[in-house]
């Protein structure tokens, strides 16, 4: 029984390489056409790999392929279980980040020193007044670093790299007032001004030198409030979100054991008692009694003082303000690069296919080497059945016409005649006749 199956399957691989030599496609072929096309490249199928044991004869190095897909599978688990990890993290991690906001307070003048040498009846006939103009501007420390390696990644990798989109000034706060002196004042209002900008500018006229004040509101996304009285020193917060206000007095309620949880209801305790004026409080009250120890963020305050002489640059000032803006690697796709991965994948499959046909190149030589003339045979045999299937002729062959059998079937008789008939019905080519001319009797 081995040894019928043996030559069986002897016999199916010499008429499978057989039917690769055509130019056909076989019944035998079928199986392997789906993955292997001679005419032009086909992506193998995702379980389609080196046929490792029978290659193994003549290219041992072929085992590594296989080892390396092994690792390749242990890479792409681990590298899927760490990007699991980071979209999880990134769940409960805030998408804003603190940067630093360098801040810049100086002033020039001009026409100051032609001033002092005037009287009071001169000065109506100069031209040019003394003035000053105070001028402050910010900028964000990281914008240059972060321009560099995002500019020397892209030329590197190809990707982009890291793109910046820096901000302006003003779009830091939500208004900003000055104090000039004691009588002069102007204020800047973001809802009122068109557009953003790198900084501002305040001219004036006058040779005194005054002192300057200037508070500036935080424009902070979401909004955040001042926790008043004792309740910021309970919570120990001063200016945070209403939400995290909010969190962190539960946390105090859960720590001291206030909340019954037969009525659902907050106990206060002496401290919560002296705050919200109350014995106990549902859950969806916090809110509404919050609102009487909330109040809006302080203002950031500089003091500055107005130079007329010397070099302005000497007497500049400049602070430092820490600032939320978005996390610029908050909510990118964290995927493989597939673009880079592709076409090593496409490479990979049109090398597989060439070692597939050169498998089966070998596979016939081969065979042929074995044994010639039943090989050759077996060859014309498949050939021949190829020719039929694809004149779609499975009823009659050469081989049939060969024999004088053939020509006695009873289909013969009426093939016979009417190919008679047909040229016997053809229409005969007109002759001339030469008539003869009459001889005389000899007699």
């Given at each position: 029984m081995?040894?019928?199956?043996?030559?069986?399957?002897?016999?199916?691989?010499?008429?499978?390489?057989?039917?690769?030599s055509s130019s056909s496609s076989s019944t035998s072929q079928n199986a392997s056409s789906s993955v292997i096309n001679t005419n032009g490249y086909q992506p193998l199928p995702t379980t389609m790999t080196l046929p490792v044991e029978q290659l193994l004869s003549f290219a041992p190095e072929c085992i590594l392929f296989s080892q390396l897909l092994e690792f390749e599978k242990k890479l792409d688990?681990?590298?899927?279980?760490?990007?699991?990890?980071?979209?999880?993290?990134?769940?409960?991690?805030?998408?804003?980040?603190?940067?630093?906001?360098?801040?810049?307070?100086?002033?020039?003048c001009?026409?100051?020193?032609?001033?002092?040498?005037?009287?009071?009846?001169?000065?109506?006939?100069?031209?040019?007044?003394?003035?000053?103009?105070?001028?402050?501007?910010?900028?964000?420390?990281e914008d240059t670093q972060l321009y560099q390696s995002g500019k020397s990644s892209s030329r590197s990798s190809g990707m982009g790299g890291l793109q910046t989109q820096k901000r302006k000034f003003s779009s830091f706060f939500k208004k900003i007032f000055f104090q000039l002196g004691h009588r002069d004042s102007c204020e800047w209002d973001k809802s009122q001004s068109p557009s953003d900008t790198d900084g501002f500018e305040i001219k004036r006229n006058g040779n005194q030198e005054i002192d300057i004040k200037i508070l500036m509101y935080l424009d902070h996304t979401p909004q955040?409030?001042?926790?008043?009285?004792p309740l910021s020193t309970l919570l120990h917060i001063h200016t945070d979100t209403k939400p995290k206000i909010i969190s962190a007095l539960w946390n105090y309620i859960k720590v001291n054991r206030l909340l019954d949880l037969e009525s659902k209801k907050v106990l206060c305790d002496d401290q919560l008692k002296n705050i919200f004026g109350v014995d106990s409080m549902q859950f969806n009250q916090i809110p509404q009694l919050l609102r009487e120890h909330l109040g809006p963020a302080d203002p950031l305050e500089f003091s500055y003082q107005l130079k007329l002489t010397g070099d302005p640059r000497d007497f500049e000032q400049a602070y430092d303000i820490s600032v939320e803006v978005d996390d610029q690697m908050f909510g990118q796709p964290t995927s493989l690069p597939r673009k880079e991965i592709?076409?090593?994948?496409?490479?990979?499959?049109?090398?597989?296919?060439?070692?597939?046909?050169?498998?089966?190149?070998?596979?016939?030589?081969?065979?042929?080497?074995?044994?010639?003339?039943?090989?050759?045979?077996?060859?014309?045999?498949?050939?021949l059945k190829d020719?039929?299937?694809?004149?779609?002729?499975?009823?009659?062959?050469?081989?049939?016409?060969?024999?004088?059998?053939f020509y006695y079937q009873p289909m013969m008789d009426d093939i016979v005649t009417k190919y008679l008939s047909k040229h016997n019905n053809e229409t005969p080519t007109p002759q001339t006749v030469i008539p003869s001319t009459p001889q005389a009797d000899s007699s």
């Open positions: 081995s040894k019928k199956s043996s030559s069986d399957k002897k016999k199916k691989s010499k008429s499978s390489s057989s039917s690769s688990s681990s590298i899927t279980k760490r990007l699991i990890d980071m979209q999880e993290a990134q769940k409960t991690r805030s998408n804003k980040t603190f940067r630093t906001l360098r801040l810049s307070i100086y002033n020039t001009a026409n100051q020193t032609a001033f002092y040498h005037l009287d009071n009846k001169a000065m109506l006939s100069v031209q040019d007044k003394p003035s000053w103009t105070l001028r402050v501007e910010g900028k964000l420390l955040k409030n001042k926790v008043l009285g592709a076409p090593l994948d496409e490479e990979i499959n049109q090398t597989i296919v060439k070692i597939h046909n050169h498998k089966r190149k070998r596979e016939f030589m081969d065979q042929l080497s074995e044994d010639p003339i039943s090989f050759l045979s077996d060859v014309c045999i498949h050939q020719y039929q299937i694809s004149k779609s002729l499975p009823s009659t062959g050469f081989e049939e016409e060969r024999h004088s059998s």
